[in-house]
Structures are given as C-alpha cells and as structure tokens.
C-alpha cells in the first residue's frame, strides 16, 4: 500500500527527512513516532504529494507520488497537524464541500455525509456552524472530511495533538474502528504509549532517519529494557507477593495501595508473562488486569531517540 524508497528532502542545508525506507501492506496500522522536528510532518506531506522529495522516491498503492499525484489524491486521506475551518459554513456544508472537490456526484453525498458523520459521531452537529465546535469535535471533522472519499490509506499527523484525555481517547476508538474497515493507516504522534496498543507495527524517527522499525514487541526486545507488568486481582493478594518472588525472572514487586495493583519487574519475553499469570491463576488468585506498564514505553522511547539502540 505503501513503499518509501530513500525518501529524502533537505530544505537549503537542512536534512529534515534522510533516506527513509518502509514498507506498509494493506491494513497495516503504522505508528511514526519522533520528537518535535524529528521530519514527521515533512515525511507525511511528500507522501500526501504536498512536498516534492529532494530524492528518493514515494509510492501509494503502486503509484509514484511525483509522477502521478491526482492519482495518489484519489486513494488517499490527508489530515494535516494544523487545519483552519471556515467561518459560516455548517459542518454537512464542510463535508459537501470536500465530497465536491473530490467530484463525489451531488445525489450521493447525502449518503456519505451522513456515514461519516455517524463513524465520527458527529450527527447531532449536522447542523452546527463549524467555528462552534469544540476542538475535539472540530479534530473528528477534520477526520471525517479525510474519509469522504473512501480513501485506501489514510495519513494522519497526530490527530490526538492538543486533545484532553477523553477526546484523545475518542479519536483512538475512531481509529480502531477505520482499522475493523480494512484502513491502512499511517499515524504520527510524540507519544508512543498512545499508539502501541493499536499499532501493528512502529517506526522511531529521530533527525530525520528511521531509528527503529517493527512491531511493539521486537522494539522492546531490541531494546533489552526490563519489563514492568501491572497486575491487578481481586482475590488471593496475600499469595501474590510470594508466588511472584518464586519466579526466577521476577526482579522486584511493589504493590501499590492507591492503585490497587502491582507492579512487577520483570526480565523475560512475552510468553514469560502468559507463564507467570498461568502460576498465579493455577494457585487461586483472582487476576483482573495484567497489562505492560505504559512507563516501559516511555522508556523504550527515550532510550531509542537518546541513540542507545542501534
Ligand atoms: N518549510 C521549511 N523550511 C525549512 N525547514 C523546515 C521547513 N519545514 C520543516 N523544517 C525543518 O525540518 C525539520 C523537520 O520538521 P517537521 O515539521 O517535519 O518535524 P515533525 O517531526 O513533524 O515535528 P513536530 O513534532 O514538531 O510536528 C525541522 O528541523 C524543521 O525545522
Ligand atoms: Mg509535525
């Protein structure tokens, strides 16, 4: 669905994207992870046509970006870090006016506005003006203009940014749902706890190049970082602390009586931690949530970008 082929672009003595290589098969949901000014945005704009590369090439489906970009328009769905609204224009005017300028005939944009705006959960505002619009609603817009058009691939630069936590999560159900539809998608963010959970696979960029690139699971483990498990029961606790010291991978347990859990370090691969549940659940205690602390993510990241990971 996607090639990126030594996609570079300087701007005058500036590498902002560097020899970027990658490539995404259909319903592939790719996290492209990067601090502030790693190239994010300049990678997604030469992709979304917007930016000639300097060198090396882009292809969507096939399709070269530079030879053919009416094509690649036609197949993709761009959602821009910035976006303006319009004043006095309704939010079904909004979506009529991209369906338009994406030759949607007029008798079926009726159809369409309202699947997006029922996917974006938008159809009570049909009606609004779009400079109403929370800026949470008026990101869920910008993602339903980027739909209209049933794109294959969709290119979406942090569509959470600037969010508080329910909407962030909002747009994260959204994505998910776009992925149970086949979507390949193509999402940027700072944060790379936020998009590991969905994300089949992720790609660390830093200065430009690609630093890292697999899924979740092979980052982790390249990063040799030991691992924190969150486990949370409702029964057994007592046994917990001695069933889990019992377990030579098991560094350290500290449990946490604010949050009601505990959190394990732990030094083993993910089939380790199906065994260390199986022991716990085999001596009666009531397990409810065993899940990989987001901190690890977080030091997977800075780990990766501070250049200890080859
Ligand atoms: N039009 C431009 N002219 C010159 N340099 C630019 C231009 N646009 C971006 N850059 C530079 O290219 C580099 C990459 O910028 P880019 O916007 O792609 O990063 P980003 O990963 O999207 O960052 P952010 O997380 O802040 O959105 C930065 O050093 C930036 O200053
Ligand atoms: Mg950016």
Redesign the pocket.
Known sequence: MLELLNLTKEYRNLRAVDNLNLTLQPGEIFGFIGPNGAG??TTIKMIATLLRPTSGEARVNGINVVEAPEKVRSIIGYMP?YFGVYDDVKVWEYLDFFAAAYKIPRGERPRIIDDVLELTDLTGKREAFVEELSRGMKQRLCLAKTLVHEPLLLLL??PASGLDPRARIEIRELLKELRRMGKTIFVSSHILSELADFCTTIGIIEAGRLIAAGSVEQIIERTGIVRSVEIRATAGLEKVESLLRDVPLVQEVVFEPETDKFQVSFNGQLDDVADLLKTLLDNGVRVVQAIESASDLEEVFLRVTKGQVA
Request: without cysteine; hydrophobic residues 0%.
């Open positions: 994010k945005t870090d630069d942090e």
